[in-house]
C-alpha cells in the first residue's frame, strides 16, 4: 500500500518540476515588470503634477482594495467580452504585474517622502535640476528605506502567484491539487 503511494508520488514529480518553473518563471517575470512600473509610478506620483499623482493615486488605491482573485478573474474572463483575447499565462502575468506594481509605487512615495526636507532644499540650492536631484539625492536615500518592504512585497508576490491556478494555469498550487486527486494519501 505505502509502496503504491510512493511510486504515485514519484511520478508526480516531472509535474512539480514544471509547475515549480511556472511559478518561478511567472513570479520573475511580474517581479521585473512590477518593479519597473512601480517605481515609474512612484516617482511620477511624488512629481508635484496633481492631475497625474491623483490618477496614479486612484488606480492604486482601486488595485490595493480590491480582491486579487477578483482581478483576476476580470483580466482572464471580462477582457475577451471586450475583444482582448488572452491565454491563462498572459493574464497571470497582467494580473501579478499590476498588483506588484501598485503596491511597489505606494513604497516607492514612501521612500521618496521619507527623505528630509532639507536634503531636497540644499539640492535644490545646489541648481540641479528635478531629474538630478532625484537621481543623485533622493532615491539614494529613499533606497536604504525601500529596500526592505520591497524585499516584503517580492515574497508576497511569489505567494500571490498561486491564485493563478484559478484561471487553469498550471503552477506550483495547480500541481500540488492534482497530485492529492491522484494519490489521496501522498504524504
Do not use: H
Amino acid at each position: 500500500m505505502i509502496w503504491q503511494q510512493l511510486q504515485s508520488l514519484a511520478g508526480s514529480y516531472p509535474l512539480a518540476l514544471r509547475g515549480l518553473g511556472m511559478t518561478v518563471v511567472l513570479s520573475l517575470i511580474s517581479l521585473v515588470l512590477g518593479t519597473l512600473i512601480g517605481f515609474g509610478l512612484g516617482i511620477l506620483r511624488t512629481g508635484g503634477n496633481r492631475l497625474i499623482s491623483g490618477v496614479i493615486g486612484a488606480w492604486v488605491d482601486l488595485i490595493r482594495g480590491t480582491p486579487f482573485l477578483v482581478q483576476i478573474f476580470l483580466i482572464f474572463f471580462i477582457l475577451p467580452e471586450l475583444g482582448i483575447e488572452l491565454d491563462a499565462f498572459s493574464a497571470g502575468i497582467i494580473a501579478l504585474t499590476n498588483l506588484a506594481a501598485c503596491f511597489i509605487c505606494e513604497i516607492v512615495v514612501a521612500g521618496i517622502r521619507s527623505v528630509p526636507t532639507g536634503q531636497v532644499e540644499a539640492a535644490l540650492a545646489s541648481g540641479l535640476s528635478r531629474w538630478q536631484r532625484m537621481r543623485q539625492v533622493v532615491l539614494p536615500q529613499a533606497m536604504r528605506i525601500v529596500l526592505p518592504p520591497l524585499v516584503g512585497q517580492y515574497v508576497l508576490l511569489i505567494k500571490d502567484s498561486s491564485v493563478v491556478s484559478a484561471i487553469g494555469l498550471t503552477d506550483l498550487t495547480r500541481v500540488g491539487w492534482l497530485v492529492v486527486q491522484r494519490v489521496p494519501n501522498g504524504l
